[in-house]
């Protein structure tokens, strides 16, 4: 399983530096939907990070897919979660299992 990273130059930045290989720079919201429904149809990719300010520009639609999606994990960072899963409970329903426990 792979790590994906979509977001702006600088966002991605530093996920590349850490030596994630999978990184997509999304500047416009048409790249970024691209970008996302391309990842999501990747099945080497367990993890997708978004920047939760990238996760508002999306279509509803897409949003709530992206919500539900196990495979693909979806971590949205860079902000507060509101009304969505904590990324524990994200965590807990991709593995199966409470890590916290």
């Not at 099945?43 to 196990?70: C, F, H, W, Y």
């Not at 507060?80 to 990324?87: D, I, N």
Request: one cysteine or more; a neutral charge; glycine letters at 10%.
């Amino acid at each position: 399983m792979e790590i994906a990273v979509i977001g702006n130059s600088e966002f991605i930045l530093g996920f590349r530096l850490a030596g994630i290989r999978k990184t997509y720079a999304a500047e416009s919201d048409e790249k970024l939907n691209e970008c996302i429904t391309s990842v999501m149809q990747d099945g080497q990719v367990g993890i997708l990070v978004l920047n939760s300010s990238d996760m508002e520009r999306i279509p509803r639609r897409l949003r709530a897919t992206l919500d539900k999606s196990v495979k693909p994990t979806v971590i949205a960072i860079g902000g507060e979660e509101e009304g969505g899963l904590s990324m524990r409970e994200k965590i807990k329903r991709s593995v199966g299992v409470d890590l916290w426990k």
